[in-house]
């Protein structure tokens, strides 16, 4: 099995050890490496390359937006899952913008992380459905909510649904028997219709509006 490599890095270390704890009791992940703060975060990452980093926004010398800001600009591959005691709009958005994958709340439980680090491992996004609504609020007040979906035709809906529980498009395919390219088609089609950057920010719409809790038939 081919395990999922990651880095954790938090400046609480008693949440690092319980986290680490945790990460590796599951067979198909491997912790490559812990670090306090932001400055020792970049150096780590740059080190071991890992699949997916867990981190924290809030941390001494080089937050958690500037290190990920920081990667971007050395176009560092890697894929983040910021886990975070903020519930704060802006902060959110800011972490949005700036490309982070998955979001977990630290007040969420067990299997809403595991399901952020293996969609998020997936090339997926994941959104904890507690932080949707004010990661949404930031990008897309203009339009009223009963609104936002209108445009798109009932596939696109079932894409959308589909790709809110984390599925790639292969796995969309199998599900809706439906081509790998005609999946991709529609969910170009349902961010272009939606006016949204990419895949979290529509995973977050359809958390938003209840579309990725219950497809109507």
Not at 8 to 18: A, M, T, Y
Not at 79 to 85: L, M, R
Not at 188 to 210: E, F, N, P
């Amino acid at each position: 099995m081919e395990k999922i490599r990651m880095v954790l890095i938090d400046d609480h270390k008693l949440f690092r050890d319980g986290m680490k704890k945790l990460l590796e009791m599951e067979p198909d992940f491997s912790v490559e490496g812990e670090a306090s703060d932001g400055i020792e975060g970049l150096a780590l990452i740059k080190r071991s390359r890992p699949d997916v980093v867990l981190l924290d926004i809030g941390m001494p010398n080089l937050d958690g937006i500037g290190l990920i800001r920081e990667l971007r600009r050395m176009e560092q591959n890697t894929k983040f899952v910021a886990i975070t005691a903020f519930n704060d709009e802006r902060k959110l958005s800011e972490l949005s913008s700036v490309g982070v994958h998955g979001f977990v709340l630290k007040s969420s439980g067990r299997t809403e992380l595991l399901s952020a680090i293996r969609s998020v491992a997936r090339g997926q996004c994941y959104v904890d459905p507690k932080v949707a609504g004010l990661l949404l609020g930031a990008f897309h007040k203009k339009q009223d909510e009963s609104d936002m979906l209108c445009d798109l035709t009932d596939r696109e809906k079932e894409v959308l649904y589909w790709l809110a529980q984390g599925l790639s498009n292969l796995e969309i395919s199998a599900k809706m028997n439906l081509s790998e390219k005609t999946v991709k088609n529609h969910v170009s089609h349902i961010l272009k219709k939606l006016d949204l950057r990419d895949r979290t920010q529509a995973a977050i719409l359809a958390w938003r509006v209840g579309i990725a809790e219950s497809l109507e038939e």
